[in-house]
């Protein structure tokens, strides 16, 4: 039975590869408004759940709703259309553009000119632009980064190329945003940064957020809910500190029961 108050309903979904089986059944509801964090050792199951919700991959069971409408209803080039946006592990900037370029791209999901209006500069077209450049400019001082939006990518500390990525992301005006692993790679200081940060945007733009990542503090103080993967399976969902002294988690990341 699906949630109705859930923006994300994810309903015994499986996904299988030749005799492995990936996800194994997995239900869990992502309320709206709410950052869900999703948590698992290496192997659970959680890329392979985010690049469904991408509609990368195809799942031989089960059911996902967005918005209480079925994803596979949509094709993988319309998600983001749909009001689903995602980061990825590895960065996949454009080095040698400037991070207003990069933010820009991410925009254009957004717009409706053909390719005759574009060539003929028609005022549509004109109107479009005007009001991608605002919803950038205003991307760019959420994300604190006026300072460098001419910078080229590569020319940046690793820090900020993320948050250029999260902006491109949240270019795409998503009501969804999937978050892969966005601590990787970051400081004890830029992980609280990211914490603050992640919050700001749920507050100012009303996003509801998924967020896989393997840096546990960040999760544990970021979440709302978290949602606990291993092996493919559910094996707690909840409030964070529930999760965080569940004895199956403690047992997947540790070897041990509490």
Known sequence: MSDPAALLDVSSVTVRFGGITALDRVSFSVPAGHITGLIGPN???????????????SFSE???????????????????AL??????????????????????????????SGFLSNALRLPRVRREEEQLAAHAARTVSLLGLDAVAQTPVADLPFGTQKKVELGR????????????????G??????DDLRQLLRRIQSELGLTILLVEHHMNLVMRVSDQVV?????????DGPPADVQHNADVVRAYLGVTP
């Open 43 to 57: 192997g659970a199951g959680k890329t392979t759940l985010f690049n469904c919700l991408s509609r990368l991959y």
């Open 228 to 236: 606990a993967l291993d092996f493919g399976r559910k094996i707690a």
């Open 186 to 191: 970051l400081n004890h200081e830029e992980v």
């Open 62 to 80: 089960g059911e996902i709703l967005f918005e209480g409408r079925p994803l596979t209803a949509t094709p993988p080039h319309g998600i983001a």
């Open 83 to 112: 009001g689903i946006g995602r980061t990825f592990q590895n960065l996949a900037l454009f080095r040698t553009m400037s991070v207003w370029q990069n933010i820009m791209l991410g925009g254009h999901c957004r717009t409706a």
């Open 169 to 184: 992301a949240l270019m795409s005006q998503p009501k969804l945003l999937l978050l892969d692993e966005p601590a990787g």
